[in-house]
């Protein structure tokens, strides 16, 4: 009889462990970059993230248009076409600079 109750307990916490969760989605991005200007099509400001991957974000907002600024941001991949091929084309959800 000792041994039921930790069974019970050890039953009790698999059965709410969250087998249904859904996996992250692939298209979103968690990433902590550099802001880069880039003199490509007239000049643009890219994000390239501490493993070196290049993210295009469009147009970033005014405060985060310097070159060297340290930021982390959530982003989405988007399929934009543009004609400076250059990093992935991506959706910035949330950005922040980092101190």
């Not at 501490?50 to 974000?57: C, F, M, R, V």
């Amino acid at each position: 009889m000792r041994w039921l109750a930790p069974l019970l307990l050890i039953l009790a916490s698999l059965s709410c462990s969250n087998h249904d969760a859904q996996p992250a989605d692939p298209n979103v991005i968690n990433a902590t970059a550099t802001v880069q200007h880039q003199d490509i099509e007239g000049g643009f400001y890219g994000l390239v993230a501490d493993d070196g991957t290049k993210y295009d974000p469009g147009t970033l907002p005014e405060a985060y248009r310097k070159d060297g600024l340290r930021v982390k941001f959530t982003a989405r991949r988007t399929n934009a076409m543009t004609t400076r091929m250059w990093g992935t084309t991506v959706e910035v959800d949330h950005i922040e600079a980092l101190p």
